[in-house]
């Protein structure tokens, strides 16, 4: 199992930066599983945004957020990073980060169904 927590949300102007930090905890290693973050804004699916996989090698991001936002890991934190910035009111969402279900892949992946571990979410305003 594994815990995860994300902080660092809160409500920015449109064109602010905020960078989201989500820790994880407990037995599953978290150094040899991709992360991703997904989003959920009012009244819509949770949709993918950036994943990362266990080495740092390969990164994926949503076509509307390349060019703004970077994630990075830390293994040794077990902390996975999301830097946004340029922010605009359409990436107002609850912010949330999961684990990949499998250990060492290479390949970094966007369907949610890919990852069993989910944190409580953190929530990011942009206002205009």
């Known amino acids: 199992q594994m815990q995860l927590v994300e902080t660092g949300g809160g409500l920015v102007l449109a064109g602010g930066s905020l960078r989201l930090s989500c820790v994880a905890s407990?037995?599953?290693?978290?150094?040899?599983?991709?992360m991703g973050w997904f989003r959920q804004a009012p009244g819509k699916e949770r949709e993918f945004v950036a994943a990362?996989?266990?080495?740092?090698?390969?990164?994926l991001y949503t076509d509307s957020v390349k060019g703004r936002f970077t994630i990075s890991r830390d293994n040794a934190k077990n902390t996975v990073y999301l830097q946004m910035n340029t922010l605009a009111p359409e990436d107002t969402a609850v912010y949330y980060c999961?684990?990949?279900?499998?250990?060492?892949?290479?390949?970094?992946?966007?369907?949610?169904?890919?990852?069993?571990?989910w944190g409580q979410g953190t929530q990011v305003t942009v206002s205009s």
């Open positions: 990362i996989n266990w080495s740092s090698a390969n990164t």
């Open positions: 999961a684990a990949d279900r499998r250990a060492y892949r290479s390949l970094v992946l966007s369907a949610p169904t890919e990852y069993d571990y």
């Open positions: 407990g037995p599953s290693r978290f150094s040899n599983r991709g």
